[in-house]
C-alpha cells in the first residue's frame, strides 16, 4: 500500500517482510521495531490528516529528539505534507520568522514551549511532543488505525530546511522526494550499508545529516541503529562493540579521543567511522587510526544537496580532502566563468538528482545560486588534485582580500593547526584602514603554555608576508553551531573594531 508515495515506498522497501525485526534500540527505553515504527508513522499520518494538513501542506516541528519524533517525520510524508525540522536551540524570535515564512498548517513543539510558540503561531494548528514521546500530539495519534499513505511523485516536495543563516537571513531549501530517496539509495551502495549494519545514532534529527543522512541510509539498508538523544561519550563506547558504524561531526571523534576507554579492542567490531558537517583536522585523523585502526571516512554536504562527496570505502581514504563526487553527482570548480586547473582554487558547483529545487519563495535567491542546467553554486571555495580527490579550503564570503591579495584562511589555519600546543584554530578578515582587511587567527590552544611568539615563529617562512596574521588571538574555544561548525561570522563580528582607530 506504500507503492504510490515515493519516498515512503523506498524507505519502507528494505524492512518489508521483517516487521517483528527491532529498528532502534534506546539506552533506557523499549526496542522498537521496523513494523512498530512504521504503524506509528501510519497513526501520525492518520492524526495530521485529521488537524486539516492536506498535500503540500507544511509540518514544522521543533522538538527533542525521539523515535516519536522520527514517526513525525514519516507520517508527515506519508501524509503528503512537507516536513519543516527545526533547530531545538532557535529562540522564540527566530522561530517567528520561520513560520511567518513557511505558513506551516500544524506546528509541533515541547510542552515548555507552546505558550511562547502559541503567541507566534498564527492559524497553524499547535500540538506537543516532550523529551520521552508524549504531548497532546501523542494524544490525538492513540487508538488511530492504518493509514493509505498519499500519492506523492518523485517531484513532490517532501522536506523544507531553513539554512543556518550566517550570510543574512535564513532560505527554506526545498527538498523532493527524489532529492531524497536517491540521496539515500547512492549513499546506503557507497558506503556499503546492509541489513547487518547496526549504526550509532547521535546525531540531532534537525539537521540533514542526522535526518535525511543517518535515518534514511538505515532504513533503505534495512539496518538497525542505536537510537541516543545526543552526543554521550558513554553510550557510544557502550555501543560500539556490537555496532558496525557511526556518523558524527568532529566534535564526536575529538572527545572519544579524550576518552581512554576508546582502544582498537572496543573498535574492533566496527567497519565504518563517518565524519561531516564541518572539516576534521588531520591530526584527529591520525590519532583516531593509531588508536583505533580505523580510518575515518569524510564526506561533503550541504542542507541544498545532501552529500555530494565522498571520500571511497575502499580505497585511499585523504586526511584532509572530502573525497570524490558521489555516483550521479557532478563537480566543477568554477573561477571567472570557467573551469579551473587541478589545484588551482575556484567555487564549487555540484548537480545530480541530490540537488534541491530552489528556495522557498525566494525565486531571484534561487536564480542567483541555481542556475538553469541545474549547477548548484555552492560558496565554498575547493581545489581538485591530480587525482580528483576534492579539498573544501573555505566559505567563498571567508575569503580575505587583503592590499588586493586574496588569502585562503585554510591555508593558514593547516598551518597553525601543525603547530605543537594548538589545539585548533580560525582565521577570519577584519576590517583594516590600510589593507582593506587584516589577516587574523584566532587560536585555541591544548594547555596553557602555547604563546603567540610560538605561533609567529612557526609561521616565519613559510607563508608570505600578506597572508600572516596582522594579529593572533588566543581564546579557550571557538564558537560553534549545533552540527560543531565554526561560526565565523560572529568571530568577524566580534573583531570587527580591532583595527579601528576608535
Known amino acids: 500500500m506504500y507503492d504510490q508515495n515515493h519516498l515512503i515506498s523506498r524507505l519502507h522497501a528494505a524492512s518489508a517482510g521483517y516487521e517483528t525485526r527491532n529498528f532502534a534500540t534506546f539506552p533506557a527505553r523499549a526496542s522498537v521495531t521496523f513494523g512498530e515504527l512504521f504503524a506509528g508513522a501510519e497513526r501520525n499520518a492518520a492524526a495530521l490528516v485529521a488537524m486539516g494538513v492536506q498535500p503540500g501542506d507544511r509540518v514544522a516541528v521543533q522538538v527533542k529528539k525521539t523515535i516519536e519524533a522520527i514517526q513525525l517525520y514519516l507520517g508527515t510524508v506519508m501524509a503528503g505534507g512537507v516536513f519543516l525540522p527545526l533547530n531545538t536551540a532557535y529562540t522564540t524570535a527566530e522561530i517567528a520568522y520561520f513560520l511567518g515564512d513557511a505558513t506551516p498548517r500544524v506546528v509541533v513543539c515541547d510542552p515548555e514551549r507552546e505558550d511562547a510558540i502559541r503567541e507566534i503561531a498564527g492559524d497553524a494548528k499547535l500540538v506537543t511532543l516532550d523529551a ?297 578578515g577584519v576590517p583594516h584602514p590600510d589593507f582593506g582587511e587584516a589577516v587574523v587567527a584566532i587560536v585555541v590552544a591544548e594547555n596553557n603554555g602555547l604563546s603567540i611568539d610560538q605561533i609567529k615563529s612557526a609561521l616565519d617562512g613559510q607563508l608570505a608576508k600578506f597572508k600572516q596574521p596582522k594579529q593572533i588571538i588566543l581564546l579557550p574555544e571557538l564558537p560553534r553551531n549545533t552540527m560543531g561548525k565554526v561560526q565565523k561570522k560572529a568571530l568577524r563580528e566580534t573583531y570587527s573594531t580591532l583595527f579601528s582607530d576608535g
Open 132 to 428: 520521552k514521546g508524549y504531548g497532546s500530539l501523542t494524544d490525538s495519534v492513540v487508538g488511530r488505525g492504518g493509514f493509505t499513505p498519499v500519492a506523492r511523485e518523485a517531484d513532490d516536495l517532501a522536506a523544507i530546511l531553513y539554512t543556518s543563516g550566517t550570510t543574512g537571513r535564513s532560505k527554506g531549501a526545498m527538498l523532493s522526494h527524489h532529492n531524497l530517496a536517491s540521496n539515500s539509495a547512492t549513499l546506503k551502495d557507497y558506503w556499503q550499508f546492509t541489513d547487518q549494519d547496526v549504526l550509532i545514532h547521535a546525531l540531532p534529527i534537525f539537521h540533514t545529516h542526522g535526518l535525511f543522512v543517518a535515518t534514511n541510509v538505515a532504513l533503505f539498508a534495512g539496518a538497525r541503529v542505536v537510537f541516543l538523544p545526543g552526543f554521550d561519550a558513554d553510550a557510544i563506547l557502550d555501543a560500539m562493540p556490537n555496532a558496525t558504524a557511526l556518523m558524527g561531526v568532529p566534535t564526536f571523534y575529538t572527545r572519544l579521543l579524550a576518552d581512554d576507554r576508546l582502544t582498537r579492542d572496543r573498535a574492533a567490531n566496527m567497519r565504518l567511522f563517518i565524519s561531516g558537517s564541518a572539516p576534521l583536522l588531520v591530526d584527529t585523523h591520525e590519532q583516531w587510526e593509531a588508536r583505533t585502526g580505523h580510518r575515518i571516512l569524510e564526506r561533503y554536504g550541504m542542507t541544498e544537496t545532501n552529500m555530494s562527496t565522498s571520500n571511497p570505502y575502499d580505497g585511499d581514504r585523504r586526511a584532509g580532502t572530502v573525497g570524490f563526487p558521489l555516483p550521479g553527482v557532478e563537480a566543477r570548480i568554477m573561477a571567472d566563468g570557467a573551469e579551473v586547473g587541478t589545484d588551482e582554487i575556484g567555487v564549487l558547483e555540484v548537480r545530480g538528482s541530490n540537488v534541491f529545487k530552489g528556495y522557498w519563495q525566494m525565486p531571484e535567491k534561487t536564480a542567483e545560486e541555481l542556475r538553469p542546467d541545474g549547477w548548484f553554486i555552492t560558496g565554498d571555495m575547493a581545489k581538485r588534485d591530480a587525482d580528483g580527490y576534492v579539498t573544501i579550503v573555505g566559505r567563498e564570503k571567508d575569503l580575505v582580500i587583503t592590499g588586493g591579495f586574496n588569502v585562503y584562511p585554510k591555508e593558514i589555519e593547516s598551518l597553525i593547526d601543525d603547530v605543537l600546543g594548538v589545539l585548533e584554530s580560525a582565521v577570519i
